[in-house]
């Protein structure tokens, strides 16, 4: 029979294949049993350079299109023809093939397997995690194995992820400190009553260890200010020089010593380094130094001058 068609011949072949599968099968076995060891070696290398010839993956990008919408295609014409019940015996046998191929040829094909999947999720990487986190909200079954699979792979490794965690820590110490200063700075800014509560609570809780914090931070600026301090006489003479207010606000209410330039930036601790203020303000100066944290004032001021 001579088809002109290229489809319907292979429509016809398909058909063919599917009513005497299990003749042909048959045939195949007996076929392959009694053929010399001759005859195997030359299949296999006839396969083998089948297997080197360029695959999908190393055609031009027009002709992978291309491809795909043929396959496309003729799937959506499968899916037409055929009855429910016999598109999914045809993705049973599909998986079946699939599996026995991977049986034989898994090894072999394993890291090209991971290269590929590594680039197509590089490629599409927002458009996976939308549909993973999709089906994770939608599909609780989904969800349970994902959770699984994480205790899982948690308790395999976590002795390992601990040594990677403390290594990064090692080498970014800084770099991680400086940004959690940060994240705590904006975190206050944006409710201060709310983190001083939480603060209050914690000591609370954790009065050992608050306590071991403020005598490290009390070693910390002593040995920042090398020995040096101003006397009691020397603070009472500059409450009197700014009339027992703050220098920033001119509030009476709470006066502690405040240093010009923070130790920590390298100030010292004597007088001259040294101006009262309330503990509002010199909660919010921190480490600024005296000119940043007018300038800062000064700015707030002239935004609300701006905004009435």
């Known amino acids: 029979m001579v088809y002109r068609d290229h489809e319907a011949r292979r429509a016809y072949e398909r058909g063919y294949y599917a009513q005497h599968r299990d003749k042909i099968l048959a045939r195949r076995a007996v076929r392959t049993a009694s053929r010399t060891p001759e005859e195997r070696?030359?299949?296999?290398?006839?396969?083998?350079?089948?297997?080197?010839?360029?695959?999908?993956?190393?055609?031009?990008?027009?002709?992978?299109?291309?491809?795909?919408?043929?396959?496309?295609?003729?799937?959506?014409?499968?899916?037409?023809?055929?009855?429910?019940?016999?598109?999914?015996?045809?993705?049973?046998?599909?998986?079946?093939?699939?599996?026995?191929?991977?049986?034989?040829?898994?090894?072999?094909?394993?890291?090209?397997?991971?290269?590929?999947?590594?680039?197509?999720?590089?490629?599409?990487?927002?458009?996976?995690?939308?549909?993973?986190?999709q089906r994770y909200a939608s599909d609780a079954a989904f969800a349970e194995a994902?959770?699984?699979?994480?205790?899982?792979?948690?308790?395999?490794?976590?002795?390992k992820r601990r040594e990677t965690k403390k290594r990064y820590y090692q080498e970014h110490g800084d770099e991680l400190r400086a940004r959690q200063r940060a994240q705590n700075r904006r975190k206050y800014a944006k409710d201060p009553r709310a983190a001083l509560d939480y603060y209050k609570q914690w000591r609370l809780r954790n009065l050992e260890r608050a306590r071991a914090y403020v005598r490290v931070a009390g070693?910390?600026?002593?040995?920042?200010?090398?020995?040096?301090?101003?006397?009691?006489?020397?603070?009472?003479?500059?409450?009197?020089?700014?009339?027992?207010?703050?220098?920033?606000?001119?509030?009476?209410?709470?006066?502690?010593?405040?240093?010009?330039?923070?130790?920590?930036?390298?100030?010292?601790?004597?007088?001259?380094?040294?101006?009262?203020?309330?503990r509002h303000c010199n909660r919010r100066k921190h480490r600024r130094t005296e000119e940043e944290f007018r300038a800062l004032l000064q700015s707030e001021r002239r935004a609300t001058l701006v905004a009435s």
């Open 219 to 278: 070693n910390k600026r002593r040995a920042a200010a090398a020995g040096t301090h101003f006397t009691f006489e020397e603070w009472e003479t500059l409450l009197v020089q700014h009339a027992g207010r703050c220098a920033y606000c001119g509030s009476a209410e709470r006066i502690e010593a405040d240093h010009r330039t923070a130790l920590c930036r390298g100030g010292s601790n004597e007088i001259c380094n040294i101006l009262p203020a309330c």
């Open 41 to 133: 070696r030359q299949e296999a290398e006839r396969r083998k350079s089948a297997k080197s010839r360029p695959g999908r993956s190393d055609l031009a990008p027009e002709r992978l299109e291309l491809l795909r919408a043929r396959d496309r295609e003729r799937k959506r014409r499968r899916q037409q023809q055929n009855t429910p019940s016999e598109l999914d015996a045809r993705r049973a046998r599909a998986r079946e093939a699939d599996r026995r191929w991977r049986q034989g040829n898994g090894k072999e094909y394993a890291p090209r397997r991971r290269l590929l999947d590594r680039h197509r999720y590089a490629a599409n990487r927002e458009s996976v995690l939308s549909t993973k986190r």
């Open 146 to 159: 994902i959770r699984a699979s994480n205790r899982s792979s948690y308790g395999r490794n976590l002795d």
